[in-house]
């Protein structure tokens, strides 16, 4: 039984890191797409999600085959309930890209007023956070989960600024609407990436520190880390 749990969790942590790479290379790309006003790469981006989806639907599988053939406990069982809400947030990540790159397509390339934005930060600061959040899984690292966790509030702030600036430029002239629009929906959408890394920070945190620290990440990174009714 140990056996073939041990064959059966080394299948899922490889379909999960496999699944890792992929989100992350279609942010990447979508990044790349965006900042070169590429339309064939941002099509590209949108093909690759049959894949990201094909892996979910595998790392689901996997997971439910362990939970029917074995019992897992302690931090083997973390790991796979962590890996099925890791799953869902890479998926989602991935359709994100997707809904970047369809907004760039939809306006062709990006308004002059793009470098007033903040939207150059977002995409640097939600790019990190995936990488860390990624090598925190890979490689163990609860530490380097933390700063993915502290790093969404940057992020959120950006997101906050953009919204501002953006709402100022729609009012400056009505042809800098659908331009505009569409950036606060990418705006958006990268903050939702930051969110969703934060989700699998979170996730790595309980793996390996056997704590759930969503909602109380302050406190417990901070303050005491007594339980509360």
Do not use: W
Not at 61 to 67: A, G, S, T
């Amino acid at each position: 039984m140990e056996r073939l749990l041990d064959e059966h969790l080394d299948k899922l942590k490889t379909r999960v890191i496999k699944m890792c790479s992929l989100v992350d290379e279609q942010v990447q790309l979508a990044s790349k797409a965006f900042d070169e006003d590429n339309l064939e790469l941002a099509k590209y981006v949108i093909e690759q999600d049959k894949k990201v989806d094909k892996f979910d639907l595998k790392i689901d599988k996997i997971c439910q085959k362990i939970f029917a053939l074995t019992q897992p406990v302690a931090m083997d069982l973390r790991l796979i309930m962590s890996s099925m809400t890791l799953n869902t947030d890479l998926e989602r990540i991935g359709d994100i890209a997707v809904n970047i790159v369809e907004n760039l397509i939809l306006i062709e390339k990006k308004p002059d007023f793009y470098n007033q934005t903040k939207l150059p930060e977002m995409f640097i600061n939600a790019k990190k956070m995936l990488k860390n959040a990624i090598d925190a899984y890979i490689n163990g690292n609860p530490e380097l989960a933390k700063t993915v966790i502290y790093d969404d509030g940057e992020v959120d702030k950006l997101n906050a600024e953009n919204h501002a600036i953006l709402k100022n430029i729609m009012k400056q002239s009505p042809d800098n609407i659908e331009g505009a629009v569409a950036l606060l929906v990418i705006s958006r959408e990268l903050e939702r990436i930051a969110d969703h890394a934060t989700n699998i920070a979170e996730d790595v945190f309980f793996i390996y520190e056997a704590q759930m620290i969503k909602h109380k990440y302050e406190k417990l990174f901070f303050e005491d880390t007594s339980d509360e009714d």
